[in-house]
Nanobody
């Protein structure tokens, strides 16, 4: 019954923006750390951003600090990733995930995963 469904990916030119969404169901969403991960072809999956269950503390990979913003709407069971000033190196499959006990960039913390949404940045 646990489900995480991402949306909002697409193809944009460098410098553009996208907002990803992740709708969660089947678990107590508001008690979990939520994170965004990405994986580009030929590369390992990496943590992009995370937000603690309380929503007041966030974590970002150095590569996206100042450009990406993670947020959540508990009323909608939805996680967001606002991505601005996109670069070609941001091209990847982006997945959302939920961690029950810890919060951060280590994928080992995360229990539930979505299928992902593709982000492609050209130029």
């Amino acid at each position: 019954q646990v489900q995480l469904v991402e949306s909002g990916g697409g193809s944009v030119q460098a410098g553009g923006s996208l907002r990803l969404s992740c709708v969660a169901s089947g678990f107590t969403y508001n008690t979990y750390c939520m994170g965004w991960f990405r994986q580009a072809p030929g590369k390992e999956r990496e943590g992009v951003a995370a937000i603690v269950a309380g929503g007041g503390i966030t974590y970002y990979a150095d590569s996206v600090k100042g450009r990406f913003t993670i947020s959540k709407d508990n009323a909608k069971n939805t996680l967001y990733l606002q991505m601005n000033s996109l670069k070609p190196e941001d091209t990847a499959m982006y997945s959302c995930a939920a961690a029950a006990a810890f919060c951060g960039s280590d994928q080992r913390f995360y229990k539930y995963w979505g299928q992902g949404t593709q982000v492609t940045v050209s130029s």
